[in-house]
């Protein structure tokens, strides 16, 4: 059985075609920097287009996401999907059976198939891009919450609020990618359409006083909000999936920081990089189709 996965993040469309064994057997991707719905619906059809042998469809995309409906009351860094009914449309559109799941879970649960947490019942993931996502596996199981909003990691503060403008103070303004080029471009005096996070990066490496500061408060603030996760969750093990993870010595960099705190828990990089929103999706879809047989 092939399965169409689709990722959706804050500026690229992956789109692919799958197995009921992870195996992704063609792949692509799309710029959706524009954040707009109604591209984003016309790729994912003109992908089934090309590829006819699909039997289902797999989504994997930001935001507060009923699993059960395929709703996104909040799309997350592309709002243009609030309050829509994406798995009705996609089912409508296409008459073919559709599961709808967060990104980040769909991280969670790749690595959980397929990676290195097979063998755990306890662990987080962290998904550092254009935003923050975040995910609980706790005694064998995805965490949902109340309103399938466990896990928004992005939320934490980072410091305390001076007043009721707390967005300024949470891991989404100062542990993205994002973040890191705002953070840099706002010292620089420049644009940060200027600048993107490797630009930043390569300026810490060769010594700029200005990129020095900017990357260890981004490490600082991403340590101390493990702190806080390994306080709560005491996982076996936290792995963290997005662009972040490509650069060498990122772990490394992490640990020395993790080490003022004494976090001693295990903290690595997603199996599958940029594969697991996909492979995490047809995870997702194929639970979805063997519960409803």
């Known amino acids: 059985m092939n399965i169409a996965a689709f ?53 994997s995309i930001p935001g507060y996401v009923d699993p059960d409906s395929g709703f996104i009351s909040m799309g997350g860094t592309i709002r243009d999907f609030d309050q829509f009914h994406l798995r009705k ?34 662990f987080l993931m962290l998904t550092i891009g254009t935003g923050l996502g975040g995910a609980a596996f ?5 965490i949902r919450g109340g309103r399938n909003r466990a896990g928004e990691f992005g939320c934490l503060l980072t410091s ?25 471009a706002r010292a620089m005096k420049i644009s940060p359409d200027e600048v993107t996070g490797k630009d930043v990066f390569d300026a810490f490496d060769n010594g700029d006083e200005t990129a020095q500061k900017v990357v260890d408060g981004f490490y600082n603030d991403l340590a101390a909000c493990l702190y806080n996760l390994v306080s709560v969750f005491d996982p076996q093990s936290v792995f963290i ?3 972040i993870t490509e650069r060498e010595p990122f772990l490394n960099e992490l640990a020395d920081h993790l080490k003022k705190y004494g976090v001693e828990t295990p903290v690595d990089a997603a199996t599958y990089g940029n594969d697991s929103g996909m492979l995490g999706a047809t995870y997702y879809f194929l639970q979805t189709e063997q519960q409803h047989r």
């Open 89 to 122: 449309w996609l089912q409508e559109n296409t008459s073919l059976p559709t599961s709808v799941e967060n990104d980040a879970h769909c991280a969670l649960l790749a690595e959980r198939w397929l990676g290195k947490a097979k063998k755990l019942n306890d």
């Open 241 to 243: 999936g997005g662009g």
């Open 160 to 184: 305390r609020p001076a007043d009721s403008n707390i967005e300024p103070h949470t891991m989404s303004k100062s542990c993205t990618m994002t973040a890191l080029r705002e953070n840099y």
């Open 138 to 142: 706790c005694n064998g199981a995805l």
């Open 7 to 59: 990722d959706i993040g804050g500026t690229s469309l992956k789109m692919g075609v799958t197995d009921t064994d992870g195996n992704i057997v063609t792949s692509d991707s799309v710029d959706i920097s524009d954040n707009s719905r109604d591209k984003i619906l016309q790729e994912i059809l003109s992908w089934l287009e090309k590829n006819p042998s699909c039997e289902g469809i797999a989504i």
